[in-house]
């Protein structure tokens, strides 16, 4: 580490001699690289966080490129009568769809969907029966006519024997029925509630076209005035599409309020840390006799904040300019990282700065000082930064963007912060030594601390040891958070929203799969594999129901012929002497939909009916659609569902993927928990190589090394007694524990071998308060997303805290206990 020192020396010498010019260039280009910066945007989409060329991901992108993506916005208007909710849809309808949106020169809405024409299909229902529901419902028809004649006889005695098999039946053929022939108004059972549809015109990432689109709206339904329609009459309007605004906001709000609280914190500390500490020093030196006044000293509080806060600002700037460049977007993940490099960067600032003091408090000048502390702690920094930067960088080798994506931003903040601590926070020294803002005194025994060995050495290893063995012993208990729905914001008014419209059209269909075949005839051999996987699937079957529209809607003459032979003998049958009078629901709808005798097509059918078989083009497409019988909100589930239909391999050897964002993000959980060990095992072998590269030691590498591993020893601990589970978002953060908390034992190990034997005590008096100043505003960095209202970033928030808390107390207690034990034995070799 000392070659790249010496290498830029020149560059600290620049500092010196030409403060202004150097700094002047850098702020520039920190306001070029922040004003790309301040372009970036924050995806919310978990299911992007997987690699592009991912099967499931390349299937989803095929779907959205024939289907397309669009998401609606929901109103739901309430009230007790049926007529008054309709007569005040079709004054909304019209009005809504005339929104006009200046920004966009366009209207807000480019169509409605409101009512469904069921009259044609009502009649001719079995001609998109599949061929399966065709023979079902013949064989239920020749049972009931058996039935009937049965019970023509004088002897007839009913054993009650297949009444369960024929109430089945009756069951599948009436939801067979309500999915080809729904109800004519988007309305609950009991009609009080109606739900329409609007397709807007704008992205919806698009975060100002939103914003607006509500205001507006919500000024539209104000000017109708819902209560001159009913005087009991609510109307909400959103769904998914709001929540999408809702979920953006709040992000955007908890990095804001995490900066604020965090940064705050942080410059609080900072600047209560060095004032306490420069006037004490200055108080106990020979020439602190009084020629500045303590208000001398508390006028200069901000003085270091600026002196490390420039810099480190300078830094984050570049990094969020380059990140601009290389991702061009931010994920929920690294939308908070500002504030986080802003608690890991200033680290490197306060032991620069704090040993600067040191040296100046020693008599040396500026020009001294600086070449000192470069050459002196600069190595110790160096190394620090180094091994986080590649700890971190190790990330950017996951398929998993969360961890790729993390570590780029994550290593190159921190890389950036310490060129600039090493090589632009030197030149505001010097400018602020010039104006004699920086107070200094001569003070010999702030540099002869007594020679004190580290106290209870030999019991403080032997107690740390036994609970890092406890913690082992349990640790099987550590669990894993699959049910992603409590690691997402809830949001009141969405609640309340899905409470009114989830009551309307409640089915059990929800969050389908689809394939995309390339053929007519794969798209049977699909149904029929996938048939083949749900029936040999009993243990924990994850598959509602199949459907394709080629099962359902006959695509050549033959198919044709034999779909009108088979509604031929239902209607052959339905005129059966013994059931043609009879007075029942179920064979009155069949006589109306068994009236089909010619061939249809497809511009007969209606679009509710055939929209999600139908390609942006208006082509019939070769669509597998497939529903879970599961809830995908549990990880588990979501990827027991993956397992089963992600990848389908027919007999021809073509494999296919299915596509849905539940199935990419089920994808994306699967590759976190698998790539997750083998991230952190390879953090650890990175540490470890730069450890041995620097102290040229085994034996000092494995000490160095202590600290991040009792420390995530004991976070498991603390895991383990609060009940805390780990997620696919604190997850990320395991590395970035493992590259932050080594800072500390290489810090100390660093200053106690420049210091030699019986010193630990003397450098815990120095060092010892900078790591700890420096893991602490580290901590509060972090310790801003506690109180983020997204408990995925919460959880990241309260993980690093404890990680880093817990690497900063091995850090000061069971190393230097360790060190001065092995030091008793002779056992330390410098």
Same mark, same amino acid.
């Given at each position: 580490?000392?070659?790249?020192?010496?290498?830029?020396?020149?560059?600290?010498?620049?500092?010196?001699?030409?403060?202004?010019?150097?700094?002047?260039?850098?702020?520039?280009?920190?306001?070029?690289?922040?004003?790309?910066?301040?372009?970036?945007?924050?995806?919310?989409?978990?299911?992007?966080?997987?690699?592009?060329?991912? /099967?499931?991901?390349?299937?989803?992108?095929?779907?959205?490129?024939?289907?397309?993506?669009?998401?609606?916005?929901?109103?739901?208007?309430?009230? /007790?009568?049926?007529?008054?909710?309709?007569?005040?849809?079709?004054?909304?309808?019209?009005?809504?769809?005339?929104?006009?949106?200046?920004?966009?020169?366009?209207?807000?809405?480019?169509?409605?969907?409101?009512?469904?024409?069921?009259?044609?299909?009502?009649?001719?229902?079995?001609?998109?029966?599949?061929?399966?529901?065709?023979?079902?419902?013949?064989?239920?028809?020749?049972?009931?006519?058996?039935?009937?004649?049965?019970?023509?006889?004088?002897?007839?005695?009913?054993?009650?024997?297949?009444?369960?098999?024929?109430?089945?039946?009756?069951?599948?053929?009436?939801?067979?029925?309500?999915?080809?022939?729904?109800?004519?108004?988007?309305?609950?059972?009991?009609?009080?509630?109606?739900?329409?549809?609007?397709? /807007?015109?704008?992205?919806?990432?698009?975060?100002?076209?939103?914003?607006?689109?509500?205001?507006?709206?919500?000024?539209?339904?104000?000017? !109708?005035?819902?209560?001159?329609?009913?005087?009991?009459?609510?109307?909400?309007?959103?769904?998914?599409?709001?929540?999408?605004?809702?979920?953006?906001?709040?992000?955007?709000?908890?990095?804001?309020?995490?900066?604020?609280?965090?940064?705050?914190?942080?410059?609080?500390?900072?600047?209560?840390?060095?004032?306490?500490?420069?006037?004490?020093?200055?108080?106990?030196?020979?020439?602190?006799?009084?020629?500045?006044?303590?208000?001398?000293?508390?006028?200069?509080?901000?003085?270091?904040?600026?002196?490390?806060?420039?810099?480190?600002?300078?830094?984050?700037?570049?990094?969020?300019?380059?990140?601009?460049?290389?991702?061009?977007?931010?994920?929920?993940?690294?939308?908070?990282? =500002?504030?986080?490099?802003?608690?890991?960067?200033?680290?490197?600032?306060?032991?620069?700065?704090?040993?600067?003091?040191?040296?100046?408090?020693?008599?040396?000048?500026?020009?001294?000082?600086?070449?000192?502390?470069?050459?002196?702690?600069?190595?110790?920094?160096?190394?620090? %930064?180094?091994?986080?930067?590649?700890?971190?960088?190790?990330?950017?080798?996951?398929?998993?963007?969360?961890?790729?994506?993390?570590?780029?931003?994550?290593?190159? #903040?921190?890389?950036?912060?310490?060129?600039?601590?090493?090589?632009?926070?030197?030149?505001?020294?010097?400018?602020?030594? +010039?104006?004699?803002?920086?107070?200094?005194?001569?003070?010999?025994?702030?540099?002869?601390?007594?020679?004190? +060995?580290?106290?209870?050495?030999?019991?403080?290893?032997?107690?740390?040891?036994?609970?890092?063995?406890?913690?082992?012993?349990?640790?099987?208990?550590?669990?894993?958070?699959?049910?992603?729905?409590?690691?997402?914001?809830?949001?009141?008014?969405?609640?309340k929203f899905r409470a009114v419209a989830g009551q309307v059209n409640d089915s059990n269909k929800r969050n389908p799969a689809y394939i995309i075949a390339d053929s007519n005839d794969e798209v049977e051999m699909l149904v029929a594999k996938l048939n083949e996987i749900q029936e040999q699937d009993t243990v924990s079957p994850t598959i509602l129901s199949i459907e394709s529209l080629q099962e359902r809607f006959p695509s050549t003459e033959e198919e044709e012929d034999e779909k009108l032979e088979a509604i031929a003998r239902i209607r052959g049958l339905l005129k059966d002497p013994f059931i043609i009078d009879r007075d029942d629901e179920d064979l009155d709808k069949l006589r109306r939909a068994s009236r089909t005798t010619e061939p249809l097509t497809l511009d007969q059918i209606p679009d509710y009916l055939k929209s999600r078989f139908i390609t942006k083009d208006g082509e019939v497409g070769r669509f597998v659609i497939i529903y879970p019988s599961v809830g995908l909100s549990d990880g588990r589930?979501?990827?027991?569902?993956?397992?089963?239909?992600?990848?389908?391999?027919?007999?021809?050897?073509?494999?296919?993927?299915?596509?849905?964002?539940?199935?990419?993000?089920?994808?994306? !959980?699967?590759?976190? +928990?698998?790539?997750?060990?083998?991230?952190? #095992?390879?953090?650890?072998?990175?540490?470890?190589?730069? @450890?041995?590269?620097?102290?040229?030691?085994?034996?000092?590498?494995?000490? %160095?090394?202590?600290?991040?591993?009792?420390?995530? !020893?004991? @976070?498991?601990?603390?895991?383990?007694? =609060?009940?805390?589970?780990?997620?696919?978002?604190?997850?990320?953060?395991?590395?970035?524990?493992?590259?932050?908390?080594?800072?500390? #034992?290489?810090?100390?190990?660093?200053?106690?071998?420049?210091?030699?034997?019986?010193?630990?005590?003397?450098?815990?008096?120095?060092?010892?308060?900078?790591?700890?100043?420096?893991?602490?505003?580290?901590?509060?960095?972090?310790?801003?997303?506690?109180?983020? %209202?997204?408990?995925?970033?919460?959880?990241?928030?309260?993980?690093?805290?404890?990680?880093?808390?817990?690497?900063?107390?091995?850090?000061?207690?069971?190393?230097?206990?360790?060190?001065?034990?092995?030091?008793?034995?002779?056992?330390?070799?410098?």
């Amino acid at each position: 580490m000392k070659f790249f020192l010496q290498k830029l020396k020149p560059l600290l010498k620049l500092n010196i001699d030409h403060p202004y010019l150097l700094l002047f260039f850098s702020i520039l280009i920190a306001i070029t690289a922040g004003y790309f910066a301040s372009n970036l945007k924050v995806d919310t989409d978990i299911a992007n966080l997987l690699p592009e060329d991912h /099967p499931n991901v390349l299937a989803l992108e095929q779907l959205k490129e024939n289907v397309g993506g669009e998401t609606e916005m929901q109103v739901a208007i309430k009230s /007790p009568s049926f007529e008054a909710n309709k007569a005040f849809a079709e004054v909304l309808i019209p009005k809504t769809l005339e929104l006009y949106y200046q920004r966009y020169q366009d209207v807000y809405f480019k169509r409605a969907e409101y009512t469904k024409n069921t009259e044609f299909i009502q009649n001719n229902a079995l001609y998109l029966a599949s061929n399966k529901e065709l023979e079902d419902l013949t064989k239920w028809l020749q049972d009931e006519i058996q039935q009937a004649k049965e019970e023509a006889n004088p002897f007839y005695f009913d054993l009650g024997d297949e009444e369960e098999e024929e109430d089945n039946r009756a069951e599948n053929f009436q939801e067979s029925y309500n999915t080809l022939v729904p109800s004519e108004y988007p309305v609950n059972e009991d009609s009080t509630i109606m739900v329409l549809k609007f397709f /807007p015109t704008g992205s919806k990432s698009d975060i100002k076209y939103l914003e607006d689109m509500f205001v507006t709206y919500d000024s539209l339904i104000t000017a !109708l005035n819902p209560s001159s329609y009913h005087p009991e009459m609510e109307v909400q309007f959103g769904g998914r599409l709001k929540r999408h605004l809702e979920e953006l906001t709040s992000i955007m709000n908890d990095v804001i309020s995490s900066f604020a609280s965090g940064i705050g914190s942080v410059i609080l500390l900072v600047m209560l840390y060095f004032f306490i500490k420069k006037y004490l020093h200055y108080r106990k030196g020979n020439n602190g006799e009084g020629k500045y006044s303590v208000w001398s000293h508390v006028i200069r509080i901000p003085i270091p904040v600026l002196i490390i806060g420039i810099p480190l600002l300078i830094s984050l700037l570049w990094t969020f300019g380059l990140t601009y460049f290389y991702l061009g977007m931010l994920n929920t993940m690294t939308s908070v990282l =500002f504030v986080i490099l802003f608690g890991l960067g200033i680290d490197y600032g306060i032991h620069y700065y704090a040993r600067y003091i040191e040296l100046r408090s020693g008599g040396m000048n500026v020009e001294e000082a600086i070449y000192a502390t470069n050459e002196k702690t600069g190595e110790a920094i160096l190394v620090s %930064a180094f091994t986080t930067a590649c700890a971190l960088y190790v990330l950017m080798f996951a398929d998993f963007r969360g961890f790729s994506e993390f570590g780029f931003i994550s290593g190159t #903040g921190i890389m950036l912060a310490l060129f600039t601590m090493l090589y632009v926070l030197p030149s505001l020294l010097v400018i602020f030594e +010039r104006f004699n803002l920086i107070l200094f005194s001569h003070d010999e025994e702030f540099h002869n601390i007594s020679q004190k +060995r580290y106290p209870f050495a030999r019991s403080i290893v032997i107690v740390g040891l036994i609970i890092s063995g406890v913690v082992i012993a349990y640790s099987g208990n550590l669990s894993f958070q699959y049910d992603t729905g409590k690691l997402e914001p809830k949001f009141p008014e969405y609640e309340k929203f899905r409470a009114v419209a989830g009551q309307v059209n409640d089915s059990n269909k929800r969050n389908p799969a689809y394939i995309i075949a390339d053929s007519n005839d794969e798209v049977e051999m699909l149904v029929a594999k996938l048939n083949e996987i749900q029936e040999q699937d009993t243990v924990s079957p994850t598959i509602l129901s199949i459907e394709s529209l080629q099962e359902r809607f006959p695509s050549t003459e033959e198919e044709e012929d034999e779909k009108l032979e088979a509604i031929a003998r239902i209607r052959g049958l339905l005129k059966d002497p013994f059931i043609i009078d009879r007075d029942d629901e179920d064979l009155d709808k069949l006589r109306r939909a068994s009236r089909t005798t010619e061939p249809l097509t497809l511009d007969q059918i209606p679009d509710y009916l055939k929209s999600r078989f139908i390609t942006k083009d208006g082509e019939v497409g070769r669509f597998v659609i497939i529903y879970p019988s599961v809830g995908l909100s549990d990880g588990r589930k979501s990827i027991a569902f993956k397992d089963d239909v992600g990848e389908v391999r027919l007999e021809n050897g073509k494999t296919y993927h299915a596509a849905s964002t539940s199935i990419v993000a089920a994808s994306m !959980l699967d590759l976190m +928990r698998t790539e997750s060990p083998y991230m952190v #095992g390879a953090t650890f072998i990175i540490i470890y190589i730069f @450890m041995v590269f620097t102290f040229r030691s085994f034996r000092w590498s494995v000490i %160095a090394m202590l600290p991040i591993a009792v420390g995530l !020893l004991w @976070m498991f601990g603390i895991m383990l007694i =609060f009940g805390l589970q780990f997620n696919f978002y604190n997850l990320v953060v395991l590395p970035a524990i493992l590259g932050i908390g080594v800072d500390s #034992g290489a810090h100390l190990a660093h200053r106690y071998r420049d210091e030699g034997k019986n010193s630990m005590w003397a450098v815990l008096s120095s060092t010892g308060q900078h790591i700890t100043m420096g893991s602490f505003t580290t901590m509060l960095g972090f310790a801003g997303l506690i109180f983020a %209202a997204h408990p995925g970033l919460q959880s990241l928030g309260v993980m690093a805290v404890i990680g880093i808390g817990m690497t900063l107390l091995t850090s000061i207690t069971f190393l230097p206990a360790l060190i001065q034990w092995l030091e008793d034995r002779n056992w330390i070799r410098f």
